[in-house]
């Protein structure tokens, strides 16, 4: 029977001190910064999510204690358990609530990424999505990310609406985490309607930050580019 120290044991042993120093300043560690205190093993995401895999079957509250460790990698590996403990179809309801009542461990953006569509927005696609709009005026970073990364899960099924709603909340988003992400959203929409995106952007561009609207644009050809960086 696997345990929660077998899944911190072989987190550690794939650990590597090297990675471990250029992840922590990856990620901004240092005072002041925003992932500031964060403890890094030097585990890759794909060795993570194989050993996270293998650890599907421990009991939600033992993940939730994962879930709360100072270490970076262990707390991906809960959030991957969760993912992959939501996907199976069982649980989903609390699985939803224990993401949302824990997500002040969820406090990075590469956290955010690989879980908040997959929980979050894949258990709100058909209801109420009054909760990411509380998300949005939250003053945590994270919790504005998981409103809006949460809205890749219906961008991937061809629903635009919600992410143009909480995109135009950000437009003026301080903080490039906030200002990165709806660009990249946008991005994700028009990759699928390239009409669509641009008809957004032709009413919001002169609105948003140019972080937002360099990575909204980035696929699209030099010319066309220029043309919205020159307004």
């Not at 964060?38 to 993940?63: A, Q």
């Not at 989903?92 to 929980?119: F, G, H, M, P, R």
């Not at 032709?202 to 644009?217: C, G, P, V």
Request: aromatic residues 12%.
């Amino acid at each position: 029977m696997v345990t929660i120290l077998d899944l911190k044991r072989e987190l550690k042993n794939k650990g590597n001190a090297q990675k471990a120093k250029i992840l922590q300043r990856f990620f901004k560690t240092g005072k002041g910064e925003y992932g500031y205190g964060d403890v890094f093993l030097g585990v890759t995401v794909p060795e993570i999510r194989k050993i996270s895999k293998k650890y599907s079957g421990l009991k939600l509250l033992e993940v939730v204690k994962l879930l709360h460790s100072k270490i970076h990698e262990e707390r991906l590996a809960a959030l991957l358990i969760m993912v992959n403990k939501f996907q199976t179809g069982k649980e989903k309801e609390l699985i939803y609530q224990t993401y949302l009542k824990n997500k002040k461990y969820i406090n990075n953006w590469d956290l955010v990424d690989l879980s908040a569509e997959k929980i979050i927005g894949d258990y709100l696609y058909d209801k109420p999505k009054d909760i990411l709009y509380k998300l949005t005026k939250s003053k945590s970073v994270w919790d504005r990310r998981i409103a809006i990364i949460a809205t890749f899960n219906f961008i991937k099924n061809k629903r635009f609406e919600e992410t143009f709603k909480i995109a135009r909340m950000f437009l003026n988003d301080e903080h490039d985490l906030i200002q990165k992400a709806v660009g990249w959203m946008l991005r994700e929409v028009g990759k699928r309607d390239l009409k669509t995106e641009e008809d957004f952007l032709n009413k919001n561009y002169k609105k948003m930050t140019r972080t937002t609207l360099r990575y909204a644009i980035e696929r699209f050809p030099e010319k066309k580019r220029k043309q919205y960086l020159s307004g």
